[in-house]
């Protein structure tokens, strides 16, 4: 369990106190309350002492107890024997957190969706890949691990970033998601621990949790990135077996790891024997930045970690080509081969043709998505700032959407209002556990501004029709899948 120290608390805390005649017990509640719906403090996590929060911040100890007191009323923390007051979610707050799998229906625009249109570029490439396809005819067709000629193209692309690479160190996966779910069932034993941001990608820590994994979580914001101190903290006192994490333009927050914060976690994770399972979907999708980030298992071998590397396409090509890789020690990925064949017995020979083409114009693909996703970007702060001036819009350098404030913990009442109004979006409870991150929502720029455009327009009406009411707990029926 990650123990917040007062100084830490008081931290994020900042200007808290009330000048009006708010008690001072219920603005400090409040305060530590919403910390908890911003997923700023996570949940499970314990509170300092109510003796060591009322010295750093000069209060009584009275008024720190009737605040907790308070939190607890609410329903925002429980004292646990031995543990004092850890931090939680009201019950029933985050029923309905819906589920999975609803798309946009006739008539409906979706911004829950951070995926890129498909380029021209994909069916020429389909038609040159056909002309390649007699070539491998002789052969089965059931490869686990990839036709050789496509993963060293791929491993050429990382020597290339800088990472030396060879071809028996890829593996052909479909897609990352895939990828990500055979490592997991693959390393991870059921009750194992597993480290992921909050928040964070959905399908991967549900990957995470199909696999039989107990979820530790560590904390990224837009103006901080990952919490160094429960980095700390976490790693060493529950020495995960694995790490979930998406270092390059994180999803949802845009957030990049600077490179400091790489190595430590390189050295943490050798330290306590956590395999760093990397998604690097968005790493080459920084529009503006002078350099691209080098891969984040650079230097990671000097140090004793390890890291498997995911990747794909599906965001900076097309969604379509549901192809992706694994880049891995050679005798990890003869394991995961071999464990792969329990659900599918490789990928399809012509689409791999298809991708193998595709990377032959890969730089070409990346420059032109950069100059789509710097004006994407314009666009939607232009507008958001125009539109919702109450709203905490964050600017990033890249990736495919923005980690939105709203400033009040209704994302999923917006979400509601704004699918009866005809828009998908992706609330903020989607991308934690447990129904955190009621006060953001996930809006990506990645769509043309024909899209943009009238979504925003309805967006705006579902925003006037909410306001800032206390939050109703989420219906079944409300967040559509995200990407």
């Known amino acids: 369990m990650t123990t917040l120290s007062a100084r830490a608390l008081a931290s994020q805390l900042g200007a808290w106190r009330p000048s009006g005649t708010t008690p001072i017990y219920e603005a400090l509640a409040d305060r530590i309350r919403l910390l908890i719906l911003d997923g700023r403090i996570t949940l499970g996590t314990r509170l300092p002492a109510e003796r060591l929060l009322a010295e750093h911040e000069s209060l009584s100890r009275t008024t720190v107890a009737s605040a907790y007191a308070r939190l607890r009323e609410l329903g925002y923390a429980q004292s646990v024997r031995g543990s004092g007051t850890v931090a939680r979610l009201p019950r029933g707050f985050a029923e309905g957190v819906p589920a999975l799998g609803e798309t946009a229906g006739p008539g409906m625009l979706d911004l829950s969706k951070a995926t890129l249109p498909a380029i021209p570029i994909v069916a020429e490439a389909a038609r040159e890949a056909a002309e390649l396809l007699p070539a491998h005819l002789h052969e089965s067709g059931f490869d686990p691990v990839g036709l050789r000629v496509l993963r060293q193209a791929i491993a050429d692309r990382y020597t290339a970033r800088g990472l030396p690479t060879e071809a028996d160190e890829i593996m052909i996966t479909l897609g990352a998601q895939h990828a990500i779910a055979l490592i997991a069932r693959t390393v991870l034993s059921r009750g194992d621990r597993a480290l992921v941001e909050a928040p964070s990608y959905p399908h991967a820590v549900e990957a995470l949790q199909l696999a039989g994994a107990r979820l530790v979580t560590v904390p990224v914001t837009t103006d901080e990135g990952w919490n160094d101190e429960v980095l700390e903290q976490v790693v ?12 390059d333009f994180h999803n949802p927050t845009g957030r990049t790891m600077p490179p400091e914060q790489r190595a430590r976690l390189h050295e943490l994770a050798a330290a306590h024997g956590t395999l760093l399972l990397v998604d690097e979907t968005m790493s080459e999708l920084g529009f503006d930045r002078a350099e691209q980030p080098a891969p984040f298992a650079v230097g990671a071998a000097e140090r004793g970690a390890s890291v498997v590397t995911v990747g794909s396409v599906g965001k900076s090509i097309w969604g379509g080509v549901r192809l992706g890789w694994i880049r891995a020690e050679r005798d990890l990925i003869t394991r995961l081969s071999l464990a792969r064949l329990a659900g599918d017995l490789g990928s399809p020979v012509l689409e791999q043709l298809v991708l193998l083409r595709l990377l032959e114009s ?119 899948a995200v990407v």
């Open 362 to 480: 890969y730089d070409r693909v990346l420059d032109a998505r950069r100059e789509q996703l710097r004006a994407g970007h314009s666009l939607m702060l232009t507008e958001l700032q125009q539109r919702f001036p109450t709203w905490s819009v964050p600017r990033v350098d890249g990736g495919l959407s923005l980690w939105v404030n709203l400033g009040a913990p209704v994302s999923s009442q917006l979400a509601l209002a704004a699918r009866a109004e005809g828009l998908l979006v992706g609330a903020g409870p989607r991308f934690g556990l447990d129904g955190a991150f009621e006060r953001f929502v996930r809006l990506p720029f990645c769509h043309p501004a024909e899209v943009t455009i009238p979504a925003l327009d309805l967006l705006q009406r579902a925003w006037h029709g909410v306001g800032t009411r206390e939050p109703i707990a989420a219906s079944e029926e409300l967040l559509a």
């Open 236 to 247: 060493p006192r529950t020495a995960p077996a694995l790490a979930y994490l998406m270092p």
